[in-house]
């Protein structure tokens, strides 16, 4: 079974620009998660979406916003770029509901570079 | 803010010892778990100890948690030069769903053949 995708693989983009991200979950799995991780740091929490509802969202401006298709499917979408985007985002998916694992599959990430 | 500290940041060690990480966090938690990360790509599921287990074993791994006190370790005995990677430990969002996790800056293990 494939694992969870995501495209595209690395992106540069200008400052000012829109950025779209996509993630594909594992079959099966309803809930989509976004993080963002800078060079050095841990993960951070951007949006999780579960049935194409958002379930809760990071501490990150309203540039950022991302949606849930009827496959399950989910794209990231950030506005008007700035350097400090620049970061590796991740897409986790997860098997909700009664008994399932806490456990998250993450994808392999998108780096996004901002000059 | 990040929930997991890590400590140490860094680690290097020979093939054949055994890896200390640990990690620290700041609110009830049902459940914390370990990820781990080669070379700034995905991240891979370890283990997950839950809030009312003390100690878990997973292969080469051992992670123990003490709610008292806050804190988790894990440690990997035997390392390889395949263990190379980041480690992270993280927790559920504390009012929110097990879909946010909340990770630490991770430490940095480096085995050395």
């Known amino acids: 079974d494939a694992g969870v995708t995501q495209s595209p693989t690395h992106l540069i983009k200008t400052r000012g620009q829109q950025v779209t991200l996509r993630c594909s979950p594992i079959?099966?799995?309803?809930?989509v998660s976004w993080y963002q991780q800078v060079l050095g740091q841990g993960p951070q929490f951007i949006f999780q979406?579960?049935?194409?509802?958002?379930?809760g969202r990071g501490n990150f401006p309203d540039r950022f916003s991302a949606r849930q298709f009827p496959n399950y499917s989910s794209e990231l979408n950030v506005n008007a770029l700035l350097l400090g985007d620049s970061a590796l985002y991740l897409c986790?998916?997860?098997?909700?509901?009664?008994?399932?694992?806490?456990?998250?599959?993450f994808g392999p990430g998108t780096r996004l570079t901002v000059t | 803010s990040q929930q997991g500290e890590e400590d140490p940041q860094a680690l290097s060690i020979q093939e054949g010892e055994n890896a200390t990480m640990n990690c620290s966090y700041k609110?009830?938690?049902?459940?914390l778990q370990w990820y781990r990360q080669n070379s700034g790509r995905g991240l891979v599921h370890l283990i997950l100890?839950?809030?009312?287990?003390r100690e878990k074993h997973s292969g080469r791994l051992r992670v123990t948690l003490d709610t008292s006190k806050k804190s988790s370790s894990l440690l990997i005995t035997a390392s390889r030069a395949a263990d190379t990677a980041s480690y992270f430990c993280a927790t559920p969002h504390y009012g929110g769903s097990q879909g946010n996790l909340i990770f630490g800056k991770g430490t940095k293990l480096s085995v050395k053949p």
């Open positions: 609110t009830s938690i049902n459940n």
């Open positions: 979406y579960y049935e194409k509802e958002e379930r």
């Open positions: 079959s099966g799995h309803k809930s």
């Open positions: 986790a998916s997860r098997l909700e509901g009664t008994g399932a694992s806490y456990e998250q599959y």
């Open positions: 100890i839950r809030s009312n287990e």
